[in-house]
């Protein structure tokens, strides 16, 4: 089992930067891979960044390239998404997902929302 708690979220203006936190708990060692994906309203969720486990490897989604970064404390069993740039479009609810090997576990999301 693993736990997954996101914080951070809230209410910003266009152009300003934001840090989402994750914070993990429970069989980290049974991660493959964590990632953060958002779901803005009726839309579907989408993946929009992910760090894997095993080399560090990071992917982003095509739309946040440059303005988005996944980032790891293993210290604090934390994962970070830093964004910056932050548009109207970025609003939406972010979620933290972990990959294990029989499937993976969620967070319960946390709230973005980017004024203009």
């Known amino acids: 089992q693993v736990q997954l708690v996101e914080s951070g979220g809230g209410l910003v203006q266009a152009g300003g930067s934001l840090r989402l936190s994750c914070a993990v708990s429970?069989?980290?060692?049974?991660?493959?891979?964590m990632g953060w994906y958002r779901q803005a309203p009726g839309k579907q969720r989408e993946l929009v960044a992910r760090r894997w486990g095993r080399n560090g490897s990071t992917d982003y989604a095509n739309v946040v390239k440059g303005r988005f970064s996944i980032s790891r404390d293993n210290a604090k069993n934390t994962v970070y998404l830093t964004i910056n740039s932050l548009k109207p479009e970025d609003t939406a609810v972010y979620y933290c997902?972990?990959?294990?090997?029989?499937?993976?576990?969620w967070g319960n999301g946390t709230l973005v929302t980017v004024s203009s």
């Open positions: 997902n972990a990959e294990v090997g029989v499937g993976d576990y």
């Open positions: 429970g069989s980290a060692a049974s991660i493959n891979a």
